[in-house]
């Protein structure tokens, strides 16, 4: 069985860009988690989703965004991309995404912005 | 004060050595805890969830303490495949999961 999948696995953006990265959970799993890393750092929660709809957002600014489709995939969008915002951004899946479960991550997408 | 602290480490250890991690966490309302493995440029991993009543798997163990908001992992006879970064996790009423900044671990031959 797959696992969760993310794309694309490393991306180059220029200060100001936009950028959208997309996840598929695991195959039956309806919840959709993001994190942002940064080197050095743990993971930072930015957004939860589960049946479509948003259930948590982390304290990152508007210029994150994301959505869940209906085959419970989902994209991550950042607009006007800052140096900052270079990081790992780990996607996560769950059955519920409720309390008490192991989320598996997917192997991220390496963002760089110059 | 940050909401999941760890050990800054890292740790160094040889192999067959016994290296123990202590993670604090601050919110009391936290109901979910766990233990991830990270390896270099890799996501994080699930290790263990960790009970209040203490739980082991083979050489690893974790002891959750609520009173203190303490938590531990206990790993036994360490592999060099252990090395890695250790993260802290711990989940509240919101469902997401908050990690700390992680231990690295090298287990040297």
């Known amino acids: 069985d797959a696992g969760v999948t993310q794309s694309p696995t490393h991306l180059i953006k220029t200060r100001g860009q936009h950028v959208t990265l997309r996840c598929s959970p695991i195959?039956?799993?309806?919840?959709v988690s993001w994190y942002q890393q940064v080197l050095g750092q743990g993971p930072q929660f930015i957004f939860q989703?589960?049946?479509?709809?948003?259930?948590g957002r982390g304290n990152f600014p508007d210029r994150f965004s994301a959505r869940q489709f209906p085959n419970y995939s989902s994209e991550l969008n950042v607009n006007a991309l800052l140096l900052g915002d270079s990081a790992l951004y780990l996607c996560?899946?769950?059955?519920?995404?409720?309390?008490?479960?192991?989320?598996?991550f997917g192997s991220g997408t390496r963002l760089t912005v110059v | 004060r940050k909401e999941v602290e760890q050990d800054p480490g890292p740790f160094n250890v040889p192999e067959g050595a016994t290296v123990a991690f202590n993670c604090t966490y601050s919110?009391?309302?936290?109901?979910?805890f766990f233990w991830y493995r990270q390896d270099c440029r890799k996501e994080p991993k699930l290790l263990m969830s960790?009970?209040?009543s203490g739980n082991e798997d083979g050489r690893f163990t974790a002891q959750l303490n609520r009173a203190s908001q303490y938590i531990s992992l206990l790993i036994r006879d360490s592999k060099l495949s252990d090395s890695a970064t250790y993260l802290c996790?711990?989940?509240?009423?919101?469902?997401?999961?908050?990690f700390g900044k992680g231990t690295k671990l090298t287990v040297n031959p």
């Open positions: 996560a899946s769950s059955t519920t995404g409720g309390l008490g479960y192991g989320y598996t």
């Open positions: 960790v009970y209040s």
């Open positions: 919110n009391s309302a936290s109901q979910s």
């Open positions: 989703y589960y049946e479509k709809e948003e259930r």
């Open positions: 195959s039956g799993h309806k919840s």
């Open positions: 996790v711990v989940q509240g009423g919101s469902e997401k999961l908050v």
